[in-house]
């Protein structure tokens, strides 16, 4: 038998052509057959009062999406949650607010308005932004945040007013930490971590390998996933539109269905260091020449004719109109089994 994977699928289980139009899955190539990662469980959410469980990742989230009534900077949001712990709040006193990777572990690419998924049990969630623990490396002065209406992942400056959304428990293991490791106050300033509740000092997530990535037998192990990439990052020579991707990926497998794919977009993502930036890669990572911005195997099931993308130069989750050439393709299959660190 297989091992588990070693990072959640997306969700999506459709298929969409160039215009947005659903299409059979079969032999596509498209997140929406291969379904990589691992399989979400049913029921996914186990509510336990105030509390939910994700029986996904093994995290808990408060019930209430919106428990602080109203947006908060990034340094209030941060003091929320330690006024939760103060007070005990649904009876922990360890909760958190959530790094960018489980933020963002919430979210299904199957659906819209709000992007989770459809037996979620939540309360009171906003169609907007939430902030994450997470600051961004490129402008220390801006953190990451995950919009709930779309699923987009960006950053924004700490001094604006987003939503709060804490969480806690260490999980089961499967969302890797993000790698981030040092912290920021609002105005960007590099500040001891302890205490901090930020990304930098809990660092909460399966830890990396050493090493993390080792090259050969024709593709890049990530030893983190259990991935292979592919050595050459630029399979089309240059950008391309999502069919051209798609196909440039096909071409290696020889037309047929094979080991290669189009990597979804939690896959991408695996890939980020949140302490690096131009490109948001483990800088030891050896993988030459790596582009701005790749197509994920993934439609935007809030507009079908948009895929999303990884913007790898800050590692930003957003999307792109599959009709323009507008991005890079690159390939990933199944590897070996993972290790330990």
């Known amino acids: 038998m297989a091992p588990a ?6 969700g999506q289980t459709r298929c969409y052509d160039s215009n947005g139009r659903e299409i ?10 291969r379904r990589a990662g691992r399989p979400w469980p049913r029921p996914r959410f186990e509510g336990r009062g105030e509390q939910v469980l ?13 428990a602080a009534e109203f947006p908060l900077d990034w340094e209030e949001a941060l003091a929320f949650v330690r006024g939760l712990n103060r007070a005990g709040r649904a009876g922990a006193r360890d909760w958190r607010l959530p790094n ?19 037996d979620h049990p939540f309360r009171n969630v906003f169609p907007g932004w939430y902030w994450s623990a997470t600051t961004y490396a490129g402008s220390p002065a801006h953190a990451w945040y995950v919009h ?3 699923a987009r992942m960006f950053y ?28 920021y106050d609002g105005h960007g300033d590099q500040v001891p971590c302890a205490g901090s509740g930020q990304d930098g000092e809990l660092r909460s997530g399966r830890p990396w390998p050493r090493p993390r990535f080792v090259a050969g037998d024709g593709a890049v192990l990530d030893r983190l996933t259990g991935l292979a990439w592919h050595p050459d990052t630029d399979l089309a020579g240059g950008p391309t539109d999502w069919a051209g991707a798609l196909a440039a990926v096909a071409a290696l497998n020889g037309g047929s269905a094979g080991p290669w794919r189009l990597p979804n977009i939690v896959e991408l993502e695996t890939l980020v260091h949140c302490d690096c930036h131009r490109p948001a890669l483990p800088p030891e990572a050896p993988l030459p020449n790596p582009r701005e911005a790749y197509w994920s195997a993934t439609t935007s099931a ?30 990933v299959r199944d590897g070996l089994p993972r290790r330990g660190p």
């Open 302 to 331: 809030f507009e079908p004719d948009w895929a999303w993308v990884l913007y790898l130069d800050p590692g930003a989750v957003g999307v792109g109109q599959k009709g323009g050439a507008y991005f890079h393709a690159w390939a």
């Open 148 to 150: 709930m209406d779309g």
């Open 54 to 66: 994700d029986r996904l990742t093994g995290l808990i989230w408060l019930a209430d999406a919106n």
């Open 100 to 118: 960018r990777r489980e933020l963002r572990s919430l979210v299904s690419h199957q659906t819209r308005r709000p992007a989770l998924p459809e």
């Open 24 to 33: 059979p899955c079969a032999g596509s190539g498209q997140d929406g057959e």
């Open 156 to 183: 924004g400056g700490k001094d604006q007013s987003f939503f709060v959304w804490p969480v806690r428990g260490q999980g089961n293991g499967l969302l890797p930490r993000t790698g981030q490791a040092r912290c």
């Open 5 to 10: 994977a070693a990072y959640p699928a997306t």
